[in-house]
Antibody, heavy 128, light 113 residues
Framework: EVQLLESGGTLIQPGESLRLSCAAS????????MSWVRQAPGKGLEWVSA????????YYANSVEGRFTISRDNSKNMLYLQMSSLRAEDTAVYYC?????????????????????WGQGTPVTVSS | DIVMTQSPDSLAVSLGERATINCKSS????????????LAWYQQRPGQPPKLLIY???TRESGVPDRFSGSGSGTHFTLTISSLQAEDVAVYYC?????????FGQGTKVEIK
């Protein structure tokens, strides 16, 4: 069974930094793109960032570009989100999810699309 | 950025009746080289993470009941629940994964009438 388990969420003050982790099991981790998605209290889903299986391709939402860094350690089956200069509006539950490939290959149809496996989420509260 | 707009924001449907949710993308999410729409639908029940229902706009994820179906073309897409069940009470989101940032619609809340 494929499982994702996020950790690292906490109460933190504005301007500080925090690293979230996502432990993956039951999948060929290095072959899968991964994403972070967040959900502010009572709000909808917001895609935050994605990384290819090799780590060579990374994308970010405009709202976090330059402040957040996504990375992965394929030897440990771990996904990370380094968050800096945190703001009150970054308060949310952060989910990691397995994603379809980030790079389109001419004529190829990936086995799946969208984000098919999700963790339970880890809450981040940015407040003084 | 591609903007995804869902309608309605909420709807109440009687048990056993049809529920229809619409999603419009501000740009095409169609990749002609593989003839696929890069459009997914998710269900989020209260207190739960999202669950993938439909991908490539029409393909039902394994294990998803066949009362859920996706349709559409161009920039207009629809999620249909053919016969609403009590367990379908949730918020539903569309998402494009064609071009980053991979934007979501604002969500549609489905309730029982």
């Amino acid at each position: 069974e494929v499982q994702l388990l996020e950790s690292g969420g906490t109460l933190i003050q504005p301007g500080e930094s925090l690293r979230l982790s996502c432990a993956a099991s039951g999948l060929d981790f290095s072959s899968n793109a991964m994403s972070w998605v967040r959900q502010a209290p009572g709000k909808g889903l917001e895609w935050v960032s994605a990384i290819s299986g090799s780590g060579g391709t990374r994308y970010y939402a405009n709202s976090v570009e330059g402040r957040f860094t996504i990375s992965r350690d394929n030897s440990k089956n771990m996904l990370y989100l380094q968050m800096s200069s945190l703001r009150a509006e970054d308060t949310a539950v952060y989910y990691c999810a397995r994603s379809s490939p980030l790079v389109r290959v001419f004529g190829e149809v990936p086995n799946t699309g969208g984000m098919d496996v999700w963790g339970q989420g880890t809450p981040v509260t940015v407040s003084s | 950025d591609i903007v995804m707009t869902q309608s309605p924001d909420s709807l109440a449907v009687s048990l056993g009746e049809r529920a229809t949710i619409n999603c419009k993308s501000s740009q095409s999410v169609f990749y002609s080289s593989n003839n696929r729409y890069y459009l997914a639908w998710y269900q989020q029940r209260p207190g739960q993470p999202p669950k993938l229902l439909i991908y490539w706009a029409f393909t039902r994820e394994s294990g998803v009941p066949d009362r859920f179906s996706g349709s559409g073309s161009g920039t207009h897409f629809t999620l249909t629940i053919s016969s609403l069940q009590a367990e379908d009470v949730a918020v539903y989101y569309c998402q494009q994964y064609y071009s980053p940032p991979y934007t979501f619609g604002q969500g549609t809340k489905v309730e029982i009438k």
